[in-house]
Each structure stands twice: as C-alpha cells, then as structure tokens.
C-alpha cells in the first residue's frame, strides 16, 4: 500500500514536471516569435499593397516602419508605429502620419468587426483630386479633426468633424457633364444616415445648403448639387428654389 502511494506521488510529481517544461517551452517560443515580427523589415507588408498603391522603398520593421510610394501617381510617404498591446484585445492598432495626396496625423485600428480612423490636422492640397476621380479639381480643405468608422460588412457606422475651405475652384465631371464652379468660404460636414456616409456642403456665410456628398455602403458615391451652388458659375441662371437638388449622379467607387 505504502509503494503504491509513493509510486502515485512519484507519477504526480513527473507530470507536474512535464507540464512546467512545456509551459516554459511554450513561452520561450512565443517571446521568440514575438522577437522576430517585431524585427522583421518592413518590406514584409509589401505583399499586402493593393495593385493601385506602388511602394519604392521601405524603411525599419514591422512594428516601427515606413514606406515611400505613389497613388494614382501622385507620391506619398507614411510612417507607423503599431501599437501591439492592442492584439490581446483582437485588434490592429497604430499610429501614422501620412503627406502626399493628404497630409495628416492618424490613429487607425481594425479589428473583425471593422475599421476605424482618427485624423488630425488633415490637409487636403488644392488641384486634381486622386480620391474623387479623374477631371476633378478641388480647393485646399482642412480638418482639425475627423472621425470616421466601417463595419466588416460594409455599413458605415461613424463619423464625426468637418472639412473646411477658403474657396477656390472646384471641378467635378459627373457622368461626363463638367461642372466648374467657384467655391466660396464652405464646410463639408460629415455625418451617418442609413449606414451611409454623408457629407453635407455648405457656403459658410449664411450656413446655406450647396450640395450632399454620398459615400453608400455598397461603395457608391452619389453627389446631389442644389441650384444655389451652380448659381455660382458666371454662365448659369435659374428661377428655381435654392434649395431645389437640380442634380442627382451615382456611379461606382
């Protein structure tokens, strides 16, 4: 009886043993594939590029990188610095800031149940617009602050802040009409209706409707111009209401 009790205490002890190992085993290969991706070039990402975005050069790791490239030929430079504390809770997070066809300060996260990004001091140039299509010119915007959020399913689900511009030439070909107009003083302000993403122009002076901006969540972009902003082109007069929506496009993203 007394063996037995031994030999059952010896058996407990060397299981107790193994499972240690293994557990310490365990964690020396996970610091060790921690070490490595938090070494590895950055370049890895690379095959992660969308075919519109052409990297030329890649700068440090994965976790604290940079890359140099072009989109829609027009160039850009981005850095990162992930945050990895953030996986534990099932989710992408970093930090970035980007200057080319935009330049701003961003915190962006992505998890399974969508994306999420918040810009500061966003700065969008006057000329060729590389996001709204060709044959579109836009004046220079600003954004102290701009919160906009995605679901995995397409549907937008936040948004928060303004653009704002001086004025300028705005230029917009839509379905083949080319509509140039002078831009006064305005703010694009960013709001969710029906899980899609509206923008609402507005001249500033007299906080009087121009147009609506539609990013749907089945990727559409749907513009709605009222008469009051084509009242700005030199060549056009009407006897409708301002606030008449005398345009309605939607075409693909």
Not at 74 to 83: E, L
Not at 178 to 189: K, R, T, Y
């Amino acid at each position: 009886m007394l063996f037995a009790l031994l030999d059952d205490s010896k058996t407990a002890m060397s299981v107790e043993v193994s499972l240690k190992r293994f557990a310490f085993v365990c964690l020396l290969l996970l610091v060790f594939g921690f070490s490595v991706l938090y070494h590895a070039p950055a370049r890895l990402l690379a095959p992660l590029m969308q075919p519109t975005i052409g990297v030329s050069n890649w700068g440090g790791t994965l976790f604290n990188g940079q890359m140099l490239g072009a989109y829609s030929q027009k160039p850009f430079f981005i850095t990162w610095q992930w945050r990895a504390a953030e996986v534990l809770r099932l989710r992408l997070s970093a930090n970035a800031s980007v200057a080319g066809p935009f330049d701003a300060v961003l915190a962006a996260s992505k998890s399974p149940l969508g994306w999420q990004m918040d810009l500061t001091d966003l700065r969008l140039p006057a000329g060729q617009s590389v996001f709204l299509g060709p044959g579109t010119a836009i004046p220079a915007w600003k954004s102290p602050s701009l919160v906009i959020a995605r679901s995995s399913d397409g549907y937008w689900t936040q948004a928060e802040g303004s653009l704002l511009t001086a004025g300028g030439m705005l230029r917009l070909n839509l379905q083949g009409q080319v509509q140039e107009i002078n831009l006064p003083s305005s703010a694009l302000n960013w709001t969710i209706k029906d899980g899609n993403l509206v923008g609402d122009l507005r001249q500033r002076e007299g906080n009087m409707a121009l147009a609506t901006l539609t990013l749907t969540h089945d990727n559409r972009i749907q513009w709605q111009i009222r008469d009051r902003l084509l009242r700005l082109k030199p060549t056009y007069s009407s006897t409708n209401s301002p606030d008449l929506i005398v345009l309605t496009v939607a075409e693909p993203l």
